[in-house]
Nanobody
């Protein structure tokens, strides 16, 4: 069965760091672009960051300079390193896989490019 499982979420103080993991089973992430999305209650889901099969990345303006996406094909896992966390970063974080197009995007409307989604992991940034 194709499955994506996020882990690494939790409670962190403003300015702190977390590393999220997205582990795949049933298929190899090597051939896919991987996107990260987040949603806080009462807000629209938004794209955060993504990485294509070549390792090229894209990040939303709101997280540029603070979040970094990387992949380890040997472990069939993608990571999201989050630094300088802010309360507005709070939300459920989802990873998703889609057919690589030579680049990746998580701009508004890009959700349709991603076919497999994880269950999400909660990130709470609060003092």
């Amino acid at each position: 069965q194709v499955q994506l499982v996020e882990s690494g979420g939790g409670l962190v103080q403003p300015g702190g760091s977390l590393r999220l993991s997205c582990a795949a089973s049933g298929f190899s992430l090597d051939y896919y672009m991987i996107g990260w999305f987040r949603q806080d209650p009462g807000k629209e889901r938004e794209g955060v960051s993504c990485i294509d099969r070549d390792g090229d990345t894209y990040s939303a303006d709101s997280v540029q300079g603070r979040f970094t996406t990387s992949r380890d094909n040997g472990k069939n896992t993608v990571y999201l390193e989050m630094n300088g966390l802010k309360p507005e970063d709070t939300g459920i974080y989802y990873c998703a896989a889609g057919q690589d197009l030579g680049y990746c995007t998580v701009m508004t409307g890009a959700e349709g490019l991603y076919h497999y989604w994880g269950q999400g992991t909660q990130v709470t940034v609060s003092s």
